[in-house]
């Protein structure tokens, strides 16, 4: 097994769900395939989703959810 | 003047300009700031800054009681709001006048009265305005059927708490309005903590103007029209005065009937009536009121010499209406365009970051209002308005020449901006000859993808692959 990281694509911050009183997209120990929704980050008032580019297990968050996040940081580490 | 401190409760451009206005009316200013924005011009120009909260909105700018602790500690005797953020909110308007200080706005019962779409659509029709055929209030999902069979498809369904574009669907068809109307009422319960919904017929190829008024609570006046058609996803883009199309007696009627409207509600301060306006048949339809100054004011204040912010200002301090009508008039043509920190050659990704080098645009005819410096650091939590070229002009064509010359000058290095959109929807055809119309603008965008990227290419564009927006979840202030 190898690791392997989701990094966000833009600064801004990190949500770990759809919005306000809906469950996370996805827990740690979570099973996701390629083009899954992991996240999304708010920039500038507009919401990006945050996909996973392979298939994987979810080992851990690496941001809290509503953290500031900067372009190319690790989101979540995955088991792939 | 018996205001001697204003507290700026807003950031960006629009706080920078009140600063202005309230500089050169002799008054002491006080920006408050969230911890993103300590480096901000806003910060730097005030007299007197207050942190208020963290970097979002919700615990900041949207943060009513830390605003009006920031002004007891300031001691400010009254608040500006500005657009967005708490500018519409009537609870924060009611807790200023609470607390004794002079809210820069009208009174918040108006503000009620107004933001509620349905209401406004009743006062209006009150008023003897005419508003898009639709429902005579908010509805249940059997009682709009009822009322689609009357006007027909397509037809919008709108949340009642929502306005600036927010909380609005299409339905083309009966399934589609099955599909929608539920989704829509759990949309708006989210987003705005009220899912109830009205009906109003989709009016197609209508063109924005609006109308800028400014009343006393006994007088009021307006300042003739500004048309923003030109929007991508409802957003504003592009905004002139006066409008490129209307004839003058439809300008009179339209004028007039924006000033029969806020007459019949008292309204006080400077406020704006959004209409759609049928180019084919002349009919214009009421859509809302936005009872605050609005980002496109600076077109209005070009060709007709008022200075809104300080009509705004002086209103609030409790002087009568210093215009009459009659001493109101426009001169040459004005235009706006929104130099935001997107990509337009990348589907307009955002593009926080820091400005290396700026060169603002001079000459006759030309203001810049801008909440850019050299050395900048753009943050990315707020929207992506980074400044307005405003132009005027002897006529529109000489207009349109100002704006490509100054388009030209301006030099915002180190992010993307909307700049080549505007390059070249300023040589578009449609546009030189004022044939647009509300939804014009996207499919242009489709037509000139390939043009617009070309335009950005070369410049180490951010990639955007596999990025797609979402607008599920609940956006909280700046809808204007």
Request: charged residues 25%; aromatic residues 6%.
């Amino acid at each position: 097994m190898a690791s392997k990281e989701i990094v966000s694509p833009l600064p801004g911050t990190f949500f770990r769900r759809p919005s306000p009183g809906k469950p996370p997209y996805k827990e740690e120990g979570d099973r996701v395939a390629a083009g899954d929704v992991v996240g999304l980050v708010e920039v500038m008032k507009t919401f990006y989703e945050v996909k996973a580019d392979t298939a994987g297990l979810i080992v851990k968050f690496l941001v809290e959810n509503e953290a500031p996040i900067q372009a190319g940081e690790a989101i979540v580490a995955l088991d792939v | 003047m018996s205001i001697r401190t204003l507290l700026i409760a807003n950031r960006g451009e629009i706080a920078v300009r009140i600063i202005r206005a309230a500089r050169e009316l002799g008054l002491r200013t006080v920006q408050v700031y969230s911890a993103a924005d300590a480096q901000s011009l806003a910060v730097r120009l005030a007299d007197e800054a207050v942190e208020i909260g963290p970097p979002p909105s919700a615990k900041s700018y949207l943060n009513i009681e830390a605003i009006l602790a920031a002004a007891r500690q300031s001691g400010a005797d009254a608040i500006h709001p500005g657009y967005g953020f708490l500018s519409e909110n009537p609870r924060f308007a009611h807790a200023v006048e609470q607390a004794g200080l002079v809210f820069v706005g009208p009174h918040s019962h108006t503000i009620r009265l107004m933001g509620n779409k349905v209401a406004a659509r009743f006062a209006a029709a009150k008023a003897g305005v005419p508003t898009v055929p639709g429902s005579d209030g908010v509805v249940s999902e059997s009682e709009a059927k009822n009322v689609i069979e009357t006007i027909g498809f397509p037809i919008m369904i709108k949340a009642a708490a929502g306005g600036g574009g927010r909380g609005i669907r299409v339905a083309h068809d009966l399934a589609e309005f099955e599909r929608l109307m539920p989704m829509a009422s759990a949309e708006a319960k989210a987003a705005f903590g009220d899912g109830e919904l009205y009906i109003e017929k989709l009016v197609d190829r209508a063109r924005h103007v609006e109308v800028q008024v400014l009343g006393d609570g006994d007088n009021l006046v307006h300042c003739y029209e500004r048309e923003c058609s030109m929007q991508r996803r409802r957003q504003k883009v592009w905004e002139e005065a006066p409008s490129a199309i209307l004839e003058a007696d439809r300008r009179e009627a339209i004028c007039a009937s924006a000033v029969a409207l806020a007459k019949s509600v008292g309204y006080r301060g400077a406020g704006t009536l959004e209409y759609l306006y049928d180019e084919a048949t002349g009919d214009f339809f009421f859509i809302e009121m936005n009872t605050r100054i609005q980002v496109e004011h600076p077109v209005t204040e070009l060709v007709t010499g008022i200075d809104l912010l300080r009509e705004m200002i002086t209103i609030a301090d409790g002087a009568s209406l210093r215009l009459r009508q009659e001493d109101i008039a426009v001169r040459g043509h004005a235009i706006e365009v929104r130099i935001n920190a997107e990509d337009p050659a990348n589907g307009f990704l955002p593009h926080p970051g820091k400005v290396e080098r700026l060169h603002v645009p001079g000459g006759p005819g030309v203001r810049f209002d801008t909440l850019l410096y050299a050395g900048y650091t753009i943050p990315p939590f707020y929207d992506s308005l980074l400044g307005k070229l405003i132009v005027w002009g002897e006529d529109r064509a000489h207009a349109i020449a100002r704006l490509q010359r100054a388009l030209h000058e301006l030099e915002v290095a180190g992010v993307k901006t909307t700049k080549p959109l505007h390059h070249a929807l300023a040589e578009a055809e449609d546009v030189r000859a004022g044939k647009f119309h509300t939804r014009w603008l996207e499919s242009w965008l489709d037509e000139n993808a390939a043009r617009l990227q070309e335009a950005g290419s070369g410049l180490g564009s951010r990639s955007g692959a596999g990025l797609a927006a979402t607008r599920t979840r609940q956006e909280e202030g700046q809808g204007r």
